[in-house]
């Protein structure tokens, strides 16, 4: 089952607005948050990742929220261009496990229109 | 600095045949991931290698095995084609002691006819 759950499933902005791309999970295992950005036809490219113990980071016009007792976090993009048109895949790593398998969610495609 | 390099880009079988995909991992890492992305869907975890051992595996059938050789760099091997198989499909590496890091590389796209 789907262990990490992204909303919205699509999202358009105008440029400068604020996309908010929110994800929730349960497994309270999970101690490692990355989001990464892919382009149609690329792989997927790590924009920026969070710890729980972290409320929030900051990296360029992307920030990360997380609230770790609502096993919330989200993915803010200040300053939207329409090169940020993309879609959009939030992960959580479960530590329990000895490996570093990454759970994604279904993803959320930004259209960012001029 | 190289990063993640993937071969071939595209493949078209038929059902019931076999392919076998390649990785080369970015420069410095030791382990490396395999993923299955379907079309409009986020990556399922397949396995990951880490020195030419399998140490994790998600849910995904026998028919999908691995290797990775001592350079790091790693195959994907899957027996007995379904059109289910259809996927893009996706390696990632990373350095086993930091844990948790992963570089995609853009993927190899099967097609199964």
């Known amino acids: 089952q789907q262990q990490v759950k992204q909303s919205p499933q699509s999202l358009i902005v105008q440029k400068g607005g604020i996309p908010i791309i929110n994800c929730a999970y349960e497994n309270t295992a999970f101690d490692y948050f990355p989001w990464y950005q892919q382009f149609p036809g690329k792989g997927p490219a790590l924009l920026i990742a969070?710890?729980?113990?972290?409320s929030e980071k900051k990296e360029g016009r992307f920030t990360i929220s997380f609230n770790k007792s609502a096993k919330q976090f989200s993915l803010h993009i200040m300053d939207s261009q329409p090169g940020d048109s993309a879609t959009y895949f939030c992960?959580?790593?479960?530590?329990?496990?000895?490996?570093?398998?990454?759970?994604f969610g279904k993803g959320t495609s930004l259209l960012v229109t001029p | 600095d190289a990063g993640v390099t993937q071969s071939p880009t595209h493949l078209i079988k038929t059902r019931g045949q076999q392919v076998t995909l390649r990785c080369s991992p970015k420069s410095g890492h030791d382990t490396v991931s395999w993923y299955q992305q379907a079309l409009g869907q986020g990556p399922q975890f397949i396995f990951q290698y880490y020195e030419e051992e399998e140490r994790q595996r998600g849910n995904f059938p026998d028919r999908f095995s691995g290797h990775q050789f001592p350079n790091y760099s790693s195959e994907l091997n899957v027996n007995a084609l379904l059109l289910g198989d259809s996927a893009l499909y996706l390696c990632?590496?990373?350095?086993?002691?930091?844990?948790?890091?992963?570089?995609f590389g853009p993927g190899t796209r099967l097609l199964v006819l």
């Open positions: 992960a959580a790593r479960d530590h329990s496990n000895s490996g570093y398998a990454l759970n």
């Open positions: 990632a590496s990373s350095f086993y002691q930091a844990g948790q890091t992963q570089y």
């Open positions: 969070i710890r729980p113990d972290v």
